[in-house]
């Protein structure tokens, strides 16, 4: 079971525009960048979900081939995201 951040105010693309960097369709190999981590905003059909990926074997869960939902990722400032996840990979308290 992932991490993922539910956004005040506007949509979740909206927030990951406004404090993320897009990297694309096709996820990087890293899931973390120097302060960031990566965000994977998941379209399920009836809803949007956005995914901290927070450890690579969460990006190689979020990346298997048979998992054909679109998918836009992004890297957000680890400040952030720091709410969302559980004491145990939170570095910033």
Partial sequence: MGYYLE???GTKKEFLDVHGELVGHHPPEKHERDDDLLVCLVNNGDF???AIVYSEEELARFNRISDTRPKLWYYVDRALLEEFLPSNLRILS
């Fill in 7 to 9: 956004v005040r105010g």
């Fill in 48 to 50: 949007m979900a956005t």
